[in-house]
């Protein structure tokens, strides 16, 4: 275990439904991270959350939708996904924005069908 | 910008043989470099990173890694690979005061026995 915890591990959606992805991370960090991870391509930076407030949004589609609560917990909100979104979500953490990112959850991999 | 490039998308080693991953950058100056590991199923784990000083960077697991600033690479090296090492492996970009990270296409190292 890394310290971040995702949830779910796996989860099949269809294109109308909404579903949620939680992050949560007890390490005292205060930036958390989403990246998409799809096959065979380079990790996809999606958002940054600092302290709370984003302080990044990669031209990500509106259909993906962040929240970050406190420091410790990050949401990514999903509806009417399409079949090329299908990818592992990762999440991850570190200590301040602009310190190394070097903890990793272990992802939610989506199937959008 | 930075980019990175992983020329070797598999590798076949048997157990016990030497292991070297190849990473290539494009960056201006002297950036902060780093490589992860991926088992199935779980998210990137951080084998090692160099900011600066001794080119030569110890991680965990046996590997080690060497900054060759001629050559813009960070070639990850491990003596005898066990196999547990099966894995996909990334190589990362960091530019220094930056929390981006600019990641490889991964290669994936399968051990025979």
């Known amino acids: 275990e890394t310290g971040v915890t995702q949830t779910p591990r796996h989860l099949v959606m269809g294109m109308t439904n909404k579903k949620s992805l939680k992050c949560e991370q007890h390490?005292?960090?205060?930036?958390m991270y989403w990246y998409k991870q799809s096959a065979k391509k380079p990790l996809e930076l999606m958002f940054v959350?600092?302290?709370?407030?984003?302080?990044e949004n990669n031209s990500v589609p509106s259909r993906f939708s962040p929240e970050c609560p406190n420091s410790s917990h990050l949401f990514l909100h999903l509806h009417t996904l399409q079949p090329e979104d299908s990818a592992l979500y990762l999440c991850?953490?570190?200590?301040?924005?602009?310190?190394?990112?070097?903890?990793f959850g272990s992802g939610t991999r989506l199937t959008v069908v | 910008a930075q980019s990175v490039t992983q020329p070797d998308i598999h590798i076949t080693v048997s157990e016990g043989a030497s292991l070297e991953l190849r990473c290539n950058y494009s960056?201006?100056?002297?950036?902060?470099l780093f490589w992860y590991v991926q088992s199935p199923g779980q998210g990137l784990q951080l084998l090692l990173k160099?900011?600066?000083?001794?080119?030569l960077v110890q991680g965990i697991k046996g590997f080690e890694a060497e900054f060759k600033r001629s050559q813009s690479s960070f070639n990850l090296r491990k003596p005898s690979v066990h196999w547990s090492d099966a894995a996909e492996y990334f190589c990362?970009?960091?530019?220094?005061?930056?929390?981006?990270?600019?990641f490889g296409a991964g290669t994936t190292v399968t051990v025979r026995a």
């Open positions: 991850a953490s570190s200590q301040e924005w602009g310190s190394r990112l070097d903890t």
């Open positions: 390490l005292g960090h205060n930036a």
């Open positions: 959350y600092s302290l709370e407030e984003r302080v």
């Open positions: 960056y201006g100056a002297t950036p902060y």
């Open positions: 160099y900011f600066s000083g001794d080119t």
């Open positions: 990362a970009v960091g530019e220094p005061g930056d929390y981006k990270l600019s």
